[in-house]
């Protein structure tokens, strides 16, 4: 730990070095003297008085001094080594919260347990007082949180790149059975694990036009923006785990322009010229809530390139603060394009080659090939982003202009390949024509990234050959898959510390939180009624905690004999919450008219259900008002008892996740097949034992493929199935235990029969495109094995252990490992442990 | 140092106690230790390379734990004793910087001074890092500061209240001699003086109806708001010097209320509906950069009632947390209201009580008559801040009917006074009728607290004679005075060490610090040569530093043996720089007509002008246009060389002053007789030795009884003589000489005669009402013999050393001390230092 700083004497370095030599001690006496000055100093309260709350600030402010270290250290390191870098862009990190997983990360968990049980608190309980960092809609985001996590474990020179939304996914209030939606405060008590870098900001600019000068007989284009907003970092550190590599994850928010108060004014209306200023900070103050599509929305737009643009600009400063040749920077920059969200930065960097670096077009063009990748999460042409060229017109008229350049030179190249097919060649176009004249983003991304990725083999499937066949066809050699994966660290280590320690316990070794291959050798012990006991205890323990939770959130008590069904996500129609619910109709059905002696052989079980639906999405918050009224009918139906239960658990985000899934027995996926590019809420299921029940969609295909069909219940059509059943469907009745349960629905069964009745509309008279009506036999047959398999309880344990088992596949370091080789090129750079 | 709170074990609070017993240490290396621990975990940047910016932030961090330490006992010592309190309410505090006014006042600079060197740090260096906190506009917000450090010092328990705005006063910028106005950014970078108290908040409401509700056969009254925003506080330590004793000024800043938010929204429109919520923090966004009115602006009702609201809601709770009898309130409470921006209260403790407390209306007004006091500072009836009846009854329905029931109950008890005199009667009333119907915010305060206080002599007469004569004959006993002071601290020890050190050697103590009377037993040295001598030094250190700085932002040389002639204030027509700039022209044009060898005995001038006029306010940009066309002219003339300079010095604010004031050598204050209040500059430049040449206008009239007229330079017109004179105005030309300096700007002497051309209009055919024209003679001839006094350097310097030794009445502790006596009561509670 001992490098000096240049431009300071030798003398005071020394001093200095003195006065800071080593790190922070953990040992609990030192650290219960951080946490007690952080409540004097940071939290400004009494050393003798202070609450739960106060204790989780000051804690995290004391885990927080040690992160920085590393960080800082990490910083250091990569520097000096200068190895390429991946830069992961994402608009959308769903972290959830951080001190625990910090310090399990960081190793210091039990010190910190103790030291705060010798001040009177339970690191429990002060852990519970962290509200989630929620900047992300769902599966892509949290994705991407758990990518980091993996990039940080496994020592590559990463960094993430996002927006520091002010206000995260709105809060899911029930009022009534009603979703309503409020503002994300998160920020408003304060958040620990962001660094300011007040210092680290760059101007973005907007609008404006596009000028020309003549330079040494050149023509070069300079962009005039109309507007200039300030790009503000915050940096969050990421630990990996059992290493002192600490990675950063930089956020921008946005700030108004000094720089722009130049040109300043001079006006009696001074109060309304700073409101005006102040508006620059809309730009980073919401998450849309929507996860599909995000169309022509301009603020939306505004939020991409503010992104882009302060991110492309501190990855060039970096690069150009040891380098002065750009033909380097392939050598030094892999950037990872999460979805299309963060494209424009192929656009950003060919016009900042072209227009401030004054590369000629071959050279920059050149660069812009070798640094992309991109992976896609989309499943449907329709779902795909498009900007009206009006809008960028008028917000970004350079990009307009090298779009239209970069789309010319590639249609020249497309139709020597392909010939004059016009209907093909205008589908390939980046532009399309139309009402609206569009960007095709993905177009845009395909055609310039060195790599396409999806994120499973049916995905992949599916990219080449549906949504981007034409350009498979043209190069075959672009289109990869890498499976999704989530971290174990996270998942299990975190959230299910009772798993975590069984399974160290039965491999002999805690190698498997880093290799997760190592879970394979559960299966040896899959039989072993020793492990079998064990096993189920830790499952009942995690269930009582869910049983208290939801006794606590919706005054439901439930039995923990039953069989917690699990469906948690986003609300959608392709993901099927209804075919759960009419399920779930069937089951009180059936137990309703069921005579009574047969009752005692019914598997009683809870229906756990939980997600958000995107605000203006009409059908799906009409799925939770049914979830809630058919909850209310049978909760309240005596007759039913424990048998059967339904209960929505509001506000599901990460938090809610790593409390649900170890508890749950079975859990359900079953979105209609091709529908579901890698879904990764099954991955974190799998790994804490818990049986899936889901169709042949997504990953769950290859999940398939590791646990056996046998130790799953997989019903439902296949993706190639769906386009014949859906022409079907148009003019054949759906199966009359169907119409049943929809009967029920829209006869006000469940009362609220005029607002239920455009939802069942979605399902008659052949509009039931997403075949919940001819997928609903066999998925309650698959619910009836569910059944059956439940009451065989050693059976039942032993597919959960082959579950966990079977895991390995799916963790986020496997995904990452293949990005880094196959796609980015990059290697570890590990920090030694004495810095 | 050993009190243990409740509700903790005892084994646990004697860990705690064992583990944080003592105070934090201030030797060197302690010192050292924690500035570099703040540059590495709290700044984030590396122990290594720090610059001097983020060596600010560490050293401020430093000291600001120091501060919350005695801030909190402090807090600790009040709760247990439960003294009368006194609360500051001004919607204006001019702090400027804390840095070395903190460490002074903890007597800890020399340690800090240590500790920076050793580390290769210069701490001036270092502290000039630090932005101004420029929550105000002038006078009133700095008199708020000063009297703050006075209550601390004094060890009074009281406590500030403000509002926090985002962008404090705006910036000045000049561009081509023009004012421009830029946002003041001031928490952009942090603001290590502020400790963030997330968890005292209050919701404060706006709109909506008044409910009636029988209860027990009594009507109550409901406000049913139709807008809700939160209050959080920010608590700003303020420490006082030699003792431990650190107070609080407590200021909030509006957030959205998520409370509110349980009503929620269920919209399509998500976005849109959260960019409403966050409208709420426009509350506190921005401060009125109007120095003398604010009328009829929603908004700016908005913010006083946001103000009151949250602060009358912490002190009702903190009363309420060790009093259950509203008897006791006014035994424990004083309110002070600076000016009428805070006079709402009045009514919100009235409608509290009624209808949240339920006390009956005798009760509750009874209690209301004894805790407000209020400062006017104003000194034109026209100048009065007036409500419009519409804006309040939208804003604050339930507010207005109170209004309207206390208004009735005066007019009922004058009417028994004086008689049916109507006309009178209507003067008096809260309620002012006419075109637009407004409520007369004055008239209610005057009618509702216990004791009305001018800021000078001068002004009492004014008040009592011309602005409330009408009260003042019917309650003469309410009528008091105190003339304003300013704190020694900041204004002669913290800004000019070298004269500091100088009054210390002389008087042989240091107790003149907090005892300014001492200042007195200079005069026994005021012809001491050697005393001369020193005292001639330090100005000539304080000279050079001010010439750099005018170098620097003017790019003006300018003579260390020129007379620093200084107007630094905000400008204003009754400031009247128009007169001190009109004099200018005249000396340039006498020097210009002036033979060769008549030079030679000119004695050598720069002109110090400084100063922002609000952003609607065009004669004063004007004025300001004006000084820089002169300067331009003037510094740019090779004939006059070092006679004369004129330099303005843009973005004046109080640590520009701090860096002027003790530079210049005569300052002017020069208002229309009648006009200034007090005014408090004057003796921030007396204290400093600076002659001072002015009008006998607010405290210059005591000014004048400390120091005598022969040590001062007083001309023009008195009081008493203006409203004879603006009628001989309208009626007479003004003096040749006058008119032909104005002829000079109206013909284009100076460029911009268009632009000039309403300026001059001002002052022409009998529309001076400034006087400009009738005291010009005066004006020119009290310049004539400081020019004189200058040029004989040893009685010049006498009588600057009889300025300081006079300058003792104008203290802020000796104006903070006849408030406790005379209008609030209170008692020093002194905090043990082993506390
Ligand atoms: C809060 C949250 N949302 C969404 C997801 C993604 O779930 P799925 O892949 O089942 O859609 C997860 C995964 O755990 C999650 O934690
Ligand atoms: C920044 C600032 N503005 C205004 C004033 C008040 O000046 P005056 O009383 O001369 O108007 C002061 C006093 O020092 C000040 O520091």
Redesign the pocket.
């Known amino acids: 730990r001992g490098r000096v700083g240049e431009g300071i004497g030798k003398a005071k370095a020394e001093r200095m070095f003195g006065l800071m030599d080593g790190f922070l001690n953990n040992d609990p006496v030192s650290l219960q003297k951080s946490i007690l000055d952080h409540v004097e100093y940071t939290v400004a309260r009494s050393r003798f008085n202070f609450d739960d709350f106060e204790a989780y600030q000051a804690l995290s402010h004391s885990v927080r001094d040690r992160l920085i270290e590393r960080w800082h250290d990490t910083h250091q390191h990569f520097k000096k080594k200068d190895p390429k870098r991946l830069y992961f862009l994402s608009l959308e990190f769903?972290m959830?919260r951080s001190l625990s997983n910090s310090v399990i990360n960081l190793g210091i968990r039990d010190q910190y347990v103790d030291a705060l049980s010798q001040l009177g608190f339970d690191f429990e309980v002060v852990a519970e007082q962290e509200g989630d960092a929620?900047l992300g809609?769902?599966?892509l985001?949290?994705l991407s949180a758990c990518q980091m996590d993996s990039l940080a474990t496994l020592d590559y020179p990463a960094m993430g790149y996002g927006l520091r939304y002010q206000f995260g996914l709105f809060r899911q209030i029930i009022l009534d059975g009603f979703q309503h939606e409020q503002p994300d405060y998160w920020l408003n008590f304060g958040n620990p694990w962001e660094i300011e870098r007040v210092h680290v900001s760059y101007p973005v600019k907007f609008y404006g036009t596009v000028e020309e000068e003549f330079v040494n007989g050149e023509t070069r284009k300079a962009w005039v923006p109309g507007e200039m907003v300030e790009a503000v970092a915050y940096d969050n550190p990421i630990p990996g785990y059992g290493t002192r590599n600490t990675i950063n994850l930089r956020l921008w928010a946005a700030k108004p322009s000094g720089q722009y108060d130049m040109e300043s004014y001079n006006t009696g209306d001074y109060i309304n010229a700073v409101f005006n200023r102040q508006k620059a900070e809309t730009i980073s103050s919401v998450l849309y809530p929507d996860d599909r599509s995000y169309q022509g929305k301009e603020l939306r737009l505004k939020q991409q390139y503010f992104f882009v643009s302060a991110s492309i600009q501190d990855i060039i400063r970096r690069f150009k603060d040891v380098h002065d040749d750009f033909d380097e920077f392939p050598e030094k920059v892999a950037l990872q394009l999460t979805d299309t969200h963060p494209s424009l930065s192929i656009i950003e960097v060919m016009r900042i080659l072209l227009d401030e670096e004054h590369l000629g077009w071959n050279k920059a063009w050149d660069i812009v090939c070798k640094i992309f990748s991109f992976t896609t999460h989309n499943v449907i042409r329709e779902g795909l982003e498009r900007i009206p060229v009006d809008l960028l017109e008028s917000l970004l008229p350079r990009h307009l202009q090298i779009i239209y350049e970069i789309n010319q030179m590639f249609m020249e190249e497309w139709k020597k390949k392909i010939g004059n097919d016009y209907a093909r060649l205008s589908r390939m176009s980046i532009v399309e024509e139309g009402s609206v004249k569009s960007i095709r983003v993905a177009n845009l991304s395909i055609a310039c990234c060195h790599t396409v990725n999806g994120v499973s083999k049916v995905h992949s499937e599916i990219i080449k050959s549906r949504v981007f066949k034409d350009f498979y066809d043209v190069w075959p050699e672009k289109f990869q898959y890498k499976t999704n994966g989530?971290t174990q660290r996270r998942?299990v280590v975190v959230s299910n510390p009772g798993l975590s320690a069984l399974v160290t316990k039965y491999l002999g070794t805690e190698a498997w939180i880093c290799n997760v291959d190592l879970l394979s050798g559960l299966r040896q012990h899959a039989s072993d009624l020793a492990l079998h006991q064990d096993w189920k205890m830790v499952k009942k323990v995690n269930k009582t905690r869910l049983a208290e939770y939801i006794e606590m959130m919706s005054g439901v008590k439930v039995s923990l004999d039953a069989m917690f069904d699990v469906q948690?996500?986003?609300i959608h129609e392709y993901?099927r919450q209804l075919l759960n619910i009419l399920g779930i109709i069937h089951r009180y059905d059936c137990i309703k008219n069921m005579a009574k002696g047969d009752r005692a052989k019914v598997v009683p079980r809870v229906c756990i259900i939980g997600g958000k639906a995107a605000p203006g999405y009409e059908i799906a918050k009409k799925i939770i008002k049914l979830c809630h009224a058919v909850a209310e009918t049978i909760n309240n139906d005596t007759e039913i008892g424990d048998l059967l239960k339904l209960v929505f658990i509001p506000d599901?985000?990460?938090s809610?996740?790593e409390l649900v899934?170890p508890g749950s027995d079975l859990s359900q996926?079953i979105s209609t097949a091709g529908h579901?590019a890698?879904?990764?809420?099954?991955m974190?299921f799998l790994m804490n034992g818990c049986l899936l029940l889901a169709t042949a969609d997504g990953s769950t295909v290859e999940i398939i493929e590791e646990i056996g069909v046998d130790n799953m219940f997989i019903f439902g059509a296949k993706m190639t199935d769906v386009p014949a059943l859906r022409e079907k469907v148009a003019s054949t009745k759906a199966p009359l235990q169907f119409l049943r349960v929809v009967r029920m629905v829209k006869d006000g069964y469940f009362g609220f029969k005029d607002y239920f009745k455009s939802l069942c509309t979605t399902l008659e008279n052949g509009d039931d495109f997403y075949l919940l009506g001819s997928d609903f036999a066999s998925y309650l047959e698959a619910q009836a094995t569910a059944d059956r398999a439940f009451a065989n309880q050693e059976k039942w344990t032993e597919m959960s252990i082959l579950c966990t088992a079977g895991s390995g596949r799916f963790s986020s370091d496997r995904t990452i490992e293949e990005y880094a080789k196959k796609t980015w090129g990059i290697e570890p750079c590990k920090c030694p442990s004495d810095y």
């Open positions: 769903l959830g929620a809609n769902g599966g985001a949290r989530v998942w948690i996500k986003r993901k599901y985000n990460v809610v996740a899934i996926h579901e890698s879904g990764t809420g099954s974190k």
